[in-house]
C-alpha cells in the first residue's frame, strides 16, 4: 500500500505540474469534460471498489475542504465517508504510536502447566484444590482457578470421575506379579506339526522359550513347569500368579507342579485370547520377525532358531513399553548431544543367516 501512494503522490504531483502552464479557461473545460466522463462512470457503476490506497489519498487531498464544498462535488462516495476514511486513518496512526498494554492476568508458565497436568494424571483422587495446595507446598504460587481452568483446556475430568481404575492401569500396576504362557504351533518343511511352549514377564517382557516338541505329553508338559520353577527361583523372581488359557495341553499335573512353586495359575475365557494379549502379540511377533522368514527342517533346528531368537529378543530388540530398552539390557547414557555427533561408525551382526541384524557402535 505505502509502495502504491507514493507512486500515485508523485503521478499527481507531475500532474499538477502540468496544469501550471495552462489557463482558467482550459482548465474548465477540462473540469467539465471530467465531470461528464464522472456521471457516464456513475450510471454504470452501481458501487465502485476502493483500496486502501484510494481511501488514503482522498482523505488526505479532500479532508480540508469544507463540509459544504465537498457536498458541491461531484463524487464517488458520500462527503461523510470521505471523513470518515480520515478519521480511521488517523486512528491506525495513533495505534501504531502506541503500544498496546496487555489485559487480564499473565499467562500461567509452561512448566507450571506441565507439572499441573502430571500431577493430575499421576493422582487420579486429586481434584484441583488439593492439586493447588501441592503447589503451594514446593513454593509455586498460582490461583486455584487457575488450576481448574488448566484442566478443564485439556480435557481432564473432576477427580470423582477419573477416580475409576482401569485395566490397563490395574495390570500395569500388577505387572511384577504376573506371568503369561502359551502354546503355538508351526510346521516344518515336511509338513510335520510342532508345538512350542514360551513364557513371557509381564514387568520386563522377558521371553523364555522352554521347549518344542511334536507330541506334547503329560508327563513333557509337567517338566515344562519344573523347569519354569527353577528359572524363576534362579532369577529370583517375584511372579505370584501365571496366565494361560483353556488348552487341553495343561494338565493337572501342569497346575500342580506351578502351585508348589507358590504360583497361583489363573485361566483365561473361553475364545478370549485378549486376556492374554501380551502372550498373543509376542507370539505374532516372534511369527513375523523369525518363523514366517525361516525354513524350518526339524524340531533340532527350531530349536535352534527360537534361542537365536530369545537371546535376540531378550538382550537386543526394543520394545515400546521398556521406553525402547531391551528386557534385559537398559539404554546407554549419551555422551554428545545429536548436533554434535560428526562421525558414526556402526556395525551389523547378522543372526540366523541375517534373519535378524543386530547393529552396534564399533570398538
Request: glycine residues 6%; charged residues 25%; hydrophobic residues 40%.
Amino acid at each position: 500500500m505505502l509502495l502504491r501512494l507514493a507512486y500515485l503522490a508523485v503521478t499527481n504531483t507531475f500532474t499538477l505540474l502540468r496544469l501550471l502552464p495552462m489557463s482558467e479557461r482550459d482548465k474548465d473545460i477540462e473540469i467539465l469534460a471530467l465531470r461528464h466522463q464522472l456521471l457516464v462512470l456513475q450510471r454504470q457503476v452501481g458501487r465502485p471498489a476502493f483500496t486502501d490506497t484510494d481511501r488514503a489519498l482522498l482523505s488526505g487531498l479532500l479532508h480540508r475542504l469544507p463540509m459544504g464544498r465537498l457536498r458541491q462535488l461531484l463524487l464517488l462516495v458520500r462527503p461523510d465517508t470521505i471523513m470518515r476514511w480520515h478519521r480511521d486513518l488517523l486512528k491506525r496512526r495513533h495505534a501504531a504510536n502506541c503500544v498496546p498494554k496487555r489485559r487480564g492476568r499473565p499467562t500461567t508458565v509452561r512448566s507450571i502447566r506441565t507439572l499441573i497436568l502430571r500431577l493430575a494424571r499421576e493422582n487420579s483422587s486429586w481434584g484441583y484444590r488439593r492439586i493447588h495446595g501441592e503447589l503451594a507446598a514446593l513454593g509455586i504460587k498460582v490461583a486455584a482457578s487457575t488450576v481448574w481452568e488448566i484442566l478443564r483446556e485439556h480435557g481432564i475430568p473432576p477427580a470423582p470421575e477419573r477416580e475409576g481404575t482401569t485395566w490397563a492401569g490395574f495390570l500395569r500396576s500388577q505387572a511384577d506379579a504376573l506371568l503369561a504362557c502359551d502354546f503355538f504351533e508351526t510346521r516344518t518343511l515336511a509338513g510335520a506339526r510342532l508345538y512350542v511352549f514360551a513364557v513371557i514377564e509381564h514387568a520386563t517382557r522377558r521371553i523364555r522359550i522352554l521347549g518344542a516338541t511334536a507330541h506334547p505329553t503329560a508327563d513333557w508338559v509337567a517338566q515344562l513347569g519344573r523347569n519354569l520353577a527353577m528359572d524363576l527361583q534362579d532369577a529370583g523372581s517375584t511372579a505370584r500368579f501365571l496366565i494361560r488359557d483353556r488348552d487341553s495341553k495343561f494338565t493337572q499335573a501342569f497346575d500342580a507342579v506351578l502351585t508348589d512353586a507358590g504360583l497361583k495359575v489363573v485361566t483365561s475365557g473361553i475364545r478370549i485370547p485378549r486376556m492374554n494379549s501380551i502372550m498373543e502379540r509376542w507370539i505374532q511377533t516372534c511369527r513375523r520377525e523369525l518363523l514366517d522368514r525361516t525354513l524350518i527342517w526339524d524340531r533340532r533346528h527350531l530349536l535352534h532358531a527360537l534361542r537365536e531368537f530369545e537371546s535376540f529378543y531378550n538382550g537386543h530388540r526394543p520394545h515400546r513399553a521398556l521406553s525402547q530398552a531391551a528386557p534385559l539390557r537398559s539404554l546407554p547414557e549419551p555422551t554428545t548431544e545429536p548436533g554434535q555427533i560428526k562421525h558414526l561408525e556402526i556395525r551389523r551382526r547378522d543372526r540366523l543367516g541375517g534373519t535378524l541384524h543386530e547393529y552396534q557402535h564399533a570398538a
